[in-house]
């Protein structure tokens, strides 16, 4: 059994910047895709950026590229997210995934572990 823990969540200002960590349990970290989406209050869950195995590709969704980075340490089990440049509109659960076929896209059904979710706080 795969286990996911996120971390790094909180309340910031407009501007400021967080990190969120997931580190995972399990010996084939190395091999999965990882992915990060995030859940408004009332919205449906999007997806965020992912991560190929290698941590060579990433994808980001549009709103985010330039502010967001997606990042991974095979060696700590770890997938980051950092967070610049917050916006209000950036407020959320943002939960990670994690793909045993290395898949490192949008959908959210081509996951098959998931975290319990951190929540980010944008203020005004």
């Known amino acids: 059994q795969v286990q996911l823990v996120e971390s790094g969540g909180g309340l910031v200002q407009a501007g400021g910047s967080l990190r969120l960590s997931c580190t995972t349990s399990?010996?084939?970290?190395?091999?999965?895709?990882m992915g990060w989406f995030r859940q408004a209050p009332g919205k449906e869950r999007e997806f965020v950026a992912a991560?190929?195995?290698?941590?060579?590709?990433?994808y980001a969704l549009t709103s985010v590229k330039g502010r967001f980075t997606i990042s991974r340490d095979n060696a700590k089990n770890t997938v980051y997210l950092q967070l610049n440049s917050l916006k209000p509109e950036d407020t959320a659960v943002y939960y990670c995934?994690?793909?045993?076929?290395?898949?490192?896209?949008?959908?959210?059904?081509?996951?098959?572990?998931w975290g319990q979710g951190t929540q980010v706080t944008v203020s005004s």
């Open positions: 995934a994690a793909s045993s076929t290395g898949y490192y896209g949008r959908s959210a059904y081509s996951y098959d572990y």
């Open positions: 991560v190929s195995w290698s941590g060579d590709t990433s």
């Open positions: 399990g010996r084939t970290f190395g091999s999965y895709g």
